[in-house]
């Protein structure tokens, strides 16, 4: 682990007009672990796709927000033939993933798995990690699924906010990552499913305040989309989430069109929801910020454009991911 200055931190800060020199220290850190992930010795057949807000901000640079997670696909080439097969191949990146955090000086990491390791998270704490900045995760979190890209990947470098405010090269060169339309889909979905799930009163974890940053996300990248293959996509995501979490949230799975307008009424018209996006912006966001009506005009442009879309299903990009 890099040794990063209290002078270094701040005058990054103040560079790129951030609000906390912790956001700088959390995002190198998340470079760091992504770095490392690229260049490991992973199990035999095992490759990851970067993902997620992450990849938004620092791979394809399409939201001017801190992301603090590192989010990865997981593939397998072959495909295992059991998935007693794949549960060992995945089981192998655990220690991957532990190996990493020893040499990049993360001590005690809390490494779990679900869904026979086709779900791997990994948290790593750091000496600057438990802050005063209250809308930062106390840890550094990784996050590994098994799910084949859905859509054609991309290759893009990232960088840090160091090496962007002192004009360095990126850390990363070249990492293959999920396609906007891709990430998109699995935010819209990811956001209705999850507050449909919470509304239903079952699991009241499934909506937390870190899942207002899909309203930001989705709101920038509305222009970059391909409606028409995002809204395919994302049907199809809600039909595998509703039979996945059919345990949890039973509702969403009898009628999953039916758990996403009522998701989007509360979100729309909850005051909590609306704070949390203005806090959100105000501590998160270094970019332009926009109000919580205007962003989530464009979630229920997007749902509009994925109601016109018939449910029918490519073969060839039909996908059945694991959803956390």
């Not at 990430?183 to 990811?190: L, M």
């Not at 909590?272 to 959100?280: G, K, M, P, Q």
């Not at 454009?305 to 059945?320: G, L, R, W, Y």
Request: glycine share 4%.
């Amino acid at each position: 682990m890099k040794s990063l200055t209290p002078d270094l931190l701040a005058e990054v800060a103040d560079a790129l007009d951030l609000s906390s020199a912790a956001l700088v220290e959390k995002d190198y850190r998340v470079v760091e672990v992504l770095a490392a992930l690229q260049h490991a010795a992973l199990p035999h057949g095992i490759s990851l796709v970067f993902a997620g807000g992450t990849c938004l901000a620092r791979a394809h640079q399409l939201v001017a927000r801190m992301s603090e997670d590192v989010d990865l696909k997981i593939a397998i080439t072959p495909v295992p033939s059991s998935k007693n097969a794949a549960r060992k191949v995945l089981g192998a990146l655990k220690d991957t993933i532990r190996k990493i955090a020893a040499d990049l000086g993360f001590p005690d990491p809390v490494i779990s798995a679900k869904n026979e390791n086709h779900y791997i998270r990994a948290e790593l704490r750091y000496a600057g990690s438990m802050g005063e900045d209250v809308d930062l995760r106390p840890h550094l979190l990784v996050e590994l699924t098994y799910a084949p890209a859905a859509l054609p990947t991309v290759d893009r470098s990232v960088r840090s906010f160091v090496s962007e405010a002192t004009d360095a090269k990126p850390e990363i060169q070249q990492i293959t990552c999920i396609s906007v339309d891709e990430t998109a889909a699995e935010k819209f979905v990811a956001l209705t499913r999850r507050t449909a799930g919470y509304l239903e009163g079952r699991k009241t974890d499934a909506y937390d305040r870190f899942l207002i940053r899909h309203v930001y996300d989705l709101h920038c990248i509305l222009p970059h989309l391909d409606l028409p293959r995002v809204s395919t996509l994302a049907r199809q995501i809600m039909v595998s989430d509703a039979e996945q979490f059919k345990k949890w949230f039973p509702a969403y799975a009898a009628d999953p069109e039916a758990g996403t307008e009522q998701a989007l009424a509360y979100l729309m018209t909850n005051s909590e929801c609306r704070d949390s996006f203005d806090r959100f912006q105000a501590s998160m966001v270094y970019g332009e910020h926009f109000t919580y009506d205007t962003a989530m005009a464009s979630v229920q442009s997007l749902y509009a454009a994925i109601k016109k879309t018939e449910n029918h299903v490519d073969e060839k990009n039909d996908v059945e991911p694991d959803r956390k």
